[in-house]
């Protein structure tokens, strides 16, 4: 059994929420850490990808309220949040004051002038997986690269609610569910290189692979 925030889709009293109405009402208790067990194996693979971002330009799309960030800065990068969600971007602020509210499919920087993107958890609130890829792929340098995770697809067919507690209700927030093969084929058509694909399972349910981490560069 998967526990909090992922349940099964049985409780009809629960009210779903769009990606930003949801973020907007959840921002102010949003830990800037990892919270759950699926969040836990998810920062810990994505930790385990990252390369030595020392004086590089990283942004953080899609910050949240800033768990990477802080990951980010304690490593030695030039970390930028990025998000469409003000009130989370007001979190964010505690990490750095670099910060930018935007769309990952309209990413607001210079084309070639980030060295690496990091986005956590956050491709699944985007209908145009292609699209936030090849933009994400445009404003990256030559060689530079884009390490991502989302809740693993397998999760549409078990279904799977991501879901909150705000003013004593419990809520859910609706997303975007991309195959496996729908990622591949959005790294390929934004001109990436897969060089690291993961499928980590939760350590109390194995057998159920619990996150998709993707780490690509692009040529």
Known sequence: ?????????????????DPQSAYGRWAKSYPPRPHNPLMAVEHATVVGLLPDVGGLTVLDAGCGSGRYLRELGDRGARAIGLDLSAAMLDRAREMTPRIARADLRALPFDAMSIDLVVCGLALGDVAELELALIEIARVLRPGGRVLYSVVHPAGEAAGWLRTFESDGRQWAIDGFWHSLDQHRQACVSA???IEEWREPELPEAPGKRAVLVVRAVRP
């Open 1 to 17: 059994m998967l526990r909090w925030p992922f349940s099964k889709r049985s409780h009809d009293s629960i009210e779903h929420l």
């Open 191 to 193: 001109g990436f290189r």
